[in-house]
């Protein structure tokens, strides 16, 4: 069973600092993609940063010089580094990864994050 489980949110003012965690569970977690995405009340759900199993990393505008994702394949574990937070990265986050071969999403429960000004 795979399971995919957030950590690390909470509350931090404008210009600080938080990291996520998210732990695998269920997956060969060395050969995915891992993705961080968001959602920010009434608004879609996006991708934020995504790593391949390789380590090649993206990220979204938004989040470019600010946020580091980051894997440590012996823990199972994927990172979201964020600094300079701005209110307006206040959210959900959530880990994903859509396991290579069978092409199946996974979604961990989330973990809130908000930035106040």
């Known amino acids: 069973q795979v399971q995919l489980v957030e950590s690390g949110g909470g509350v931090v003012q404008a210009g600080g600092s938080l990291r996520l965690s998210c732990t695998a569970s269920g997956i060969r977690f060395s050969i995915n993609p891992m993705n961080w995405y968001r959602q920010a009340p009434g608004k879609q759900r996006e991708l934020v940063a995504a790593i391949t199993s390789g380590g090649s990393t993206n990220y979204a505008d938004s989040v470019k010089g600010r946020f580091t994702i980051s894997r440590d394949n012996n823990k199972k574990i994927v990172y979201l580094q964020m600094s300079s937070l701005k209110p307006e990265d206040t959210a959900v986050y959530y880990c994903?990864?859509?396991?290579?071969?069978?092409?199946?999403?996974?979604w961990g429960q989330g973990t809130q994050v908000t930035v106040s000004s």
């Open positions: 994903n990864t859509r396991r290579v071969f069978f092409f199946d999403d996974y």
